[in-house]
C-alpha cells in the first residue's frame, strides 16, 4: 500500500485561492480544518465542506482545474450534483469533498457558525469535533480528547469579549418589528 505524503499548508493555501477566485462557497473541516486554526496534527488531504449546489459544483470543478487536479466526466458528474462523499485523488494532492458531513445539520448553519483564519474559511472546531463524533471512526475516536483540549484553548484565547445588557439589547429586534 502507499502511503500518502502528508498534507502541506501551501497545499491548503493553494486549494483556498482557487476556490476564492472561482467563487466557491465551501468550509475546510475535519483534522485538515483543525490544523488551519492551529491543531498540532498532521492529516494527508484536504477535507472540504461545500455548499451543495449544482453551480457551486462547477465552481469546485474549475477551480481544481485550474491547480492541476484532472476530473473525468464521472467524477465530475458527482461533484456537480453533490455526491455526499467525494474523493479526489487525480491532482497534485488528495482532497475529500464532504457535502453531508456526519453530525452536521446543514451547510448554512455550519457555514453561519465558520470562522475566518487569514484566507481561509474553516467549520468551527465544535462542528469539527461533533462530525468526527458522529462518524463513529476508530482514527477519529482517537483525537476526539486532543481537539476538545484544543478547542478548550481555542476558544479561551479567541473569546467574543463580554458585552453588557443594554449592548446585547441594542442588538435585538424590537417585538413591535
Known sequence: MNERPELRPIQAEEIARAFGREGVNCLFIGKSGAILLGYPGTTQDVVIFPECSPENGR????ALRSIGFEIAAELEREIVRGKDFVQIKSGPFDVDLVY?????????????RGLTEGIFRVANLRDIIASKRASGRDKDKVELE????FRYEYEKRHALPLRTASELA?????RSE
Not at 453531508?100 to 453561519?112: K, L, M, N, R, Y
Not at 486532543?146 to 483540549?149: S, V, Y
Not at 441594542?170 to 424590537?174: E, F, G, M, R, T
Request: proline letters at 8%.
Open 170 to 174: 441594542k442588538d435585538k429586534p424590537s
Open 100 to 112: 453531508a458531513p456526519d453530525g452536521i445539520v446543514s451547510f448554512e448553519e455550519a457555514s453561519a
Open 146 to 149: 486532543m481537539l476538545e483540549d
Open 59 to 62: 465552481r469546485i470543478v474549475a
